[in-house]
């Protein structure tokens, strides 16, 4: 149970901060998305089904928060949530920078998939932004690294 409630409650964090500073700290057409940053992150170190179950939670209230299309956004995020556990247990030396390569690609990834799964009215709108979204979260992804990595070493020593 215990193992479940940690990435629910980062999950929960991720989508208040989706709500409040996504809009607020975006750079143009480039905004974070703190949902699927903290899912990918909390994929990256998790086997297949606890990386599916990261992914489809994090669908689930991204559809809620945004009032979107929730299957979309559920495959998109257990897909990618997927992709970034396989991807990243197959790294030989994974440090910050491959994390953000990593979030970077599997960013790009949901937002090219969600692109084929939903149907945006405006699709080079909904490219340009998946783009800007990648490269934010990729840049955010190194002190989230950093961030983890401290508190995982807090943890244990705990």
Known sequence: ???????????VAAASAQIALSERIGLGFARPDFLLLCSIFLSLRSEI??????????????GAVLNASLGMLVASR????VI?????????????????????????FAG???LFLGSPQN???????????????????????WLTVRTARAGARG
Not at 49 to 62: E, I, K, M, Q, Y
Not at 87 to 104: E, H, K, R, Y
């Open 1 to 11: 149970m215990r193992q479940a409630l940690a990435p629910a409650i980062w999950l």
């Open 49 to 62: 089904n606890g990386a599916a179950a990261v992914g489809f939670f994090a669908g689930f209230l991204h």
């Open 78 to 81: 257990t897909l990618t949530a």
């Open 84 to 108: 970034a556990s396989k991807l990243f247990s197959a790294l030989i030396d994974p440090g910050p920078f491959t994390a953000a390569l990593v979030v970077g690609a599997c960013s790009l």
């Open 112 to 114: 090219i998939l969600a």
């Open 123 to 145: 699709i080079l709108g909904h490219l340009a932004a998946t783009i800007g979204t990648a490269i934010y979260n990729a840049v955010l992804a190194v002190p989230v690294y």
